[in-house]
């Protein structure tokens, strides 16, 4: 059933593209997404009544509903839009996309209507299609296969050179929603087993790419013991998806790692209830990863990647790790269990010292990991702006600028030496956690023990929106990190 949502959510909206008749009215309803409100007003006196057109003049809105001859007529003109912030993002693309997305609401109920684009340019009507696709998500209307809106797309002028814009719009939009799919759908449903099996259906059969999945004895054979032991007391076993695209390159691949925690209960730590509900998302890193890994390979990009989805549920059971534990993981050093709800960043050790000790033409060229890691970094940057961590500033300061672009945003912050002290062990060679102030630098600097001498990113984030704005038209899974690092690699 997974795999029939997210073909569903891969299904083209888009009916047709064809050059805009302003002469003939229309019997459809139509949306006018304009470059300027100079366009729109051009339009709006050939199709509607002359205080419409007094309205757009006067108010300069960047919506507005009104009737045509025929069928209603609606005009979105993102330019019109408020002050933006770098944090909403900066570009034409985030503009449009965001503007339009926040518009559907006001035309959902209809089957079918004509998107007409007039004075766009290719990123406007990029970012405006992105938008539209992220607001027409539902997790009930995938989970139901429900019926939704076709459109119509009408370009004056032209439309050959905007076809390819259109799919690669739809493109990132279906890997988006994949992302915030996957993050929505119940424990019960999606866990390890389940997703490794979907990861396989997925991308299986795609050129260039192959699929491998660990079970629990390889997992063991491999030494992957921290990642076995947080997965233990759960009858659903650990499993580790390895997407490998290798398209004809010289290049060195670009490796990824996801926490893919399917649901966590914070083990013999128990989490309060409050904070066990939303515990389904903590494989939102994971979910990121895969999002990605659908929008680079589908493109046919030229970089080689490595995608590896570390997934596992945190149970309680007589079995489960115990705070007091000492496990060797992967790497060969010791880790002395403080608390088993920091259970992700021993996941992605294991992940992370597999994929930074590949040799020859496997050794990744940068390491990259997504994870739900923790509250510390909600506290610091809320939920809507990710944190980035990283062994190499001048890679990082790339990505922070261009997540300011697409409105995807990541904030720098330090990796801070010393806040590793407080993980010394007496036991083992290092510890998992402790108390105190600066949790997400201290689970960084964890974490950076396991890349050896990779250039390394690590991204803390929530994955989930409260929000309903922009394309967001329901909480839930947010899709995070997918367009900024699918823009940022392909650009």
């Known amino acids: 059933m997974l795999l029939k949502e997210l073909k569903y959510i891969q299904k083209n909206r888009i009916t047709s593209i064809h050059d805009f008749d302003s002469s003939t009215a229309s019997d459809s309803p139509q949306v006018f997404i304009c470059g300027r409100l100079s366009s729109a007003l051009k339009i709006a006196k050939k199709l509607v009544s002359p205080w ?12 507005l509903r009104a009737d045509g001859r025929l069928a209603p007529i609606y005009f979105v003109i993102p330019k019109n839009m408020t002050t933006r912030s770098k944090f909403d993002g900066l570009s034409v693309n985030s503009t449009f996309r965001d503007c339009v997305g926040q518009s559907v609401k006001n035309w959902k109920s209809h089957n079918k209507l004509e998107l007409v ?3 766009c340019t290719k990123s406007a009507l990029e970012g405006a299609l992105v938008g539209l696709n992220m607001a027409h998500y539902s997790y009930k209307q995938v989970e139901g296969l429900k019926d939704d809106t076709s459109y119509s797309v009408s370009i004056p002028g032209g439309k050959k050179e905007h076809a390819q814009a259109i799919d690669q719009a739809n493109l990132l939009a279906a890997s988006i929603n994949i ?9 019960n449903k999606l866990f390890p087993g389940s997703y490794a099996k ?20 390889r997992l063991e054979k491999e030494n992957m013991n921290l990642m076995l032991a947080v997965g233990r007391a759960s009858e659903n076993k650990p499993r580790l998806v390895h997407i490998k695209y290798r398209p004809r390159s010289s290049k060195k691949p670009i490796a990824f790692a996801g926490k893919g925690v399917t649901f966590d209960s914070g083990g013999l730590n128990l989490k309060p209830g409050a904070y066990m509900r939303w515990m389904k998302k903590d494989m939102g890193g994971s979910a990121s990863v895969f999002g990605l890994a659908h929008q680079l390979i589908k493109s046919g990009v030229k970089t080689p990647f490595d995608f590896y989805l570390g997934c596992v549920e945190n149970s309680v059971a007589n079995n489960a790790f115990r705070p007091g534990d000492v496990i060797t993981g992967h790497a060969g050093k010791s880790v002395e269990i403080d608390n088993t709800d920091a259970e992700g960043r021993l996941v992605l050790a294991d992940v992370l010292s597999l994929a930074a000790n590949k040799t020859g033409k496997d050794k990744p060229s940068l390491l990259v990991d997504m994870a739900t890691l923790t509250g510390a970094s909600r506290v610091a940057l809320g939920y809507d702006v990710g944190g980035m961590f990283t062994n190499d500033e001048s890679i990082a300061q790339k990505i922070e600028k ?8 990541v904030w720098l912050m330090p990796q801070v030496p010393h806040y590793k002290k407080p993980l010394t062990s007496t036991f083992a060679d290092i510890a998992n956690s402790s108390s105190g102030m600066g949790g997400a630098i201290r689970a960084s600097v964890f974490l950076e023990e396991f890349v050896a001498d990779t250039p390394w990113v690590h991204f803390d984030i929530n994955a989930w929106t409260d929000s309903i704005r922009g394309g967001f038209s329901e909480k839930g899974g947010n899709g995070q990190l997918v367009q900024l690092m699918s823009s940022f690699l392909s650009k």
């Open 198 to 217: 979907l990861a396989k259906q997925v991308f299986g059969d795609l050129p260039n790419t192959e699929v491998t999945i660990w079970d629990e004895k």
């Open 402 to 409: 261009h997540s300011f672009d697409v409105g995807d945003p």
């Open 117 to 119: 684009f007039v004075d």
């Open 52 to 63: 419409v057109v007094d309205k757009l003049a006067q108010d300069k809105p960047s919506f």
């Open 179 to 187: 992302s915030r799919h996957l993050v929505n759908t119940p424990p």
